[in-house]
C-alpha cells in the first residue's frame, strides 16, 4: 500500500510544448467534446461500478495493478494482498484470491503480471520481492533482486517506494520492474527499472536501466510494455488540498545503459537514460460528469496505480485500461478509465 504523495499538478514544460497547449478556448473546448487528453490520447469512457463493493465478504478496492489473462478476462491486484479475477466487459468479480508470503503473511501487492503458462508474477514492495504463484495462490518461485534495490539498511531503497509497476515484454523472454523513486545516491527523480530474462524456463537478473521523472516528488506507480517493445510509463503525485498528478508517457528502452553496474546515478556522462515522450497529462482529458470526494485540478483524477494494454482499436490505436487505488478511503474512489492510445507517430 502506498501513500499519497506530494507534488505541484501542473503541466510541465515538456508537455505544454509537445501538446501545443494554448490558454482555454473554443478548440480547447472542440476537444473536450471529443473525448481528447491530447492528440495522442481520448478518454472512452469510465466506470466507478467497483467503488465501496464487495465480493464474497472481500472488499474490492485497494486496486494497484491489472493484468489481462489468458481467457481475456482481467486480473486486478489489491495492495492488501489479494488477487481478484474481473469480467472484462462488466468489471464483475468472479473470484478473489488471497496471496501470503512464505511465512503466510500478507504482501504489499503492487505489480503484477500473467506469464504465458498462467502463473501470476507478483510484486511486493516491503522487501521488495517478485513472486511467481500458481492459479491457486501457491508460491513457486522468487525471483532474484539487486541487493542495492532492497530496502534499507539491506539495500538503498526506501521503504514503501519500491517495485511498483511488473509487466513482461512481447514474446515473453524478459520481465520487468519498476522502482517507484529514485534510490539513496542516485539523482532524486531519477528511477531504476530491474529486468529478468528467462534461461531454461527461470528468470535470471538482466539489465537495469534509469528514468528520469518530471519531477523528483514524482514517482513511477505503474509500468506496461506496448507490442513493439516499448514502453507505457505513469507518473503520478498528490498535494494536499489540490489533488493528483497523474501523466501518461511512452518510454524506449532501446539504447539505453546498462545501470546494473552504475552505483550512483548522478547524471554522469555516458549513462543514457531511457527515452521518453509525453503522451497525455490525465487532468487535461474531459471529466465526463466524473465527480471527487476530494480537491483535484480534474474531478476525474484520483490516485491512479493500475495500467493493462487490453488490445487495439480498428485504428491501431492501444487500448489501455487505467484504475485508481482508492486506499479503503471514504475520500477516495475506486475507478477504471479506459483510454485510447496513439503511439505510432511518437516514434
Not at 523528483?216 to 489533488?243: C, H, I, K, M, N
Not at 474531459?286 to 480534474?298: E, H
Request: glycine share 8%; with cysteine; net charge neutral.
Amino acid at each position: 500500500m502506498t501513500p499519497r504523495k506530494r507534488t505541484r499538478p501542473v503541466l510541465s514544460a515538456t508537455l505544454a510544448a509537445a501538446f501545443c497547449l494554448a490558454a482555454p478556448g473554443a478548440a480547447h473546448a472542440d476537444a473536450r467534446q471529443n473525448h481528447a487528453c491530447s492528440p495522442a490520447v481520448t478518454l472512452d469512457r469510465f466506470s466507478d461500478a467497483l467503488d465501496k463493493t464487495t465480493y464474497d465478504g472481500t472488499y474490492v478496492g485497494n486496486l494497484s495493478a491489472l493484468a489481462v489473462d489468458r481467457d481475456g478476462s482481467l486480473a486486478a491486484l489489491a495492495d492488501r494482498s489479494t488477487l481478484f479475477q474481473l469480467d472484462a466487459k462488466t468489471l464483475r468479480p468472479t473470484e478473489a484470491l488471497p496471496l501470503a508470503d512464505e511465512s503466510g503473511k500478507e504482501l504489499d501487492s503492487e505489480g503484477l503480471a500473467v506469464d504465458r503458462d498462467g502463473t501470476r508474477l507478483v510484486t511486493s514492495e516491503t522487501e521488495p520481492s517478485v513472486r511467481r504463484y500458481s492459479l491457486d495462490g501457491k508460491i513457486l518461485e522468487r525471483l532474484p533482486v539487486p541487493d542495492d534495490l532492497r530496502v534499507a539498511p539491506a539495500g538503498r531503497a526506501t521503504a514503501n517506494q519500491t517495485f511498483e509497476g511488473l509487466t513482461l515484454l512481447p514474446g515473453g523472454h524478459t520481465l520487468l520492474a519498476s522502482m517507484e523513486y529514485a534510490l539513496a545516491g542516485d539523482d532524486p527523480g531519477t528511477v531504476r527499472f530491474q529486468t529478468w530474462t528467462r534461461e531454461h524456463g527461470r528468470f535470471r537478473l538482466g539489465a537495469q536501466y534509469a528514468y528520469r521523472t518530471d519531477d523528483p516528488s514524482l514517482g513511477v506507480p505503474e509500468v506496461q510494455a506496448t507490442p513493439d517493445g516499448r514502453l507505457l510509463v505513469l507518473e503520478r503525485g498528490f498535494t494536499a488540498g489540490v489533488g493528483n498528478t497523474v501523466r501518461l508517457y511512452l518510454a524506449d528502452p532501446r539504447h539505453a545503459t546498462d545501470a546494473s553496474r552504475v552505483p550512483h546515478l548522478t547524471g554522469q556522462p555516458g549513462v543514457r537514460l531511457l527515452r521518453k515522450t509525453p503522451l497525455a497529462d490525465i487532468a487535461d482529458c474531459p471529466s465526463l460528469g466524473a465527480t471527487a470526494r476530494q480537491p483535484q485540478p480534474n474531478p476525474l483524477l484520483d490516485n491512479i496505480e493500475g495500467m493493462t494494454v487490453t488490445g487495439r482499436d480498428g485504428t491501431g490505436r492501444l487500448k489501455v485500461l487505467l484504475v485508481s487505488d482508492d486506499n479503503q478511503n471514504p475520500s477516495q474512489t475506486t475507478r477504471f478509465y479506459h483510454l485510447r492510445v496513439r503511439t505510432t507517430a511518437t516514434r
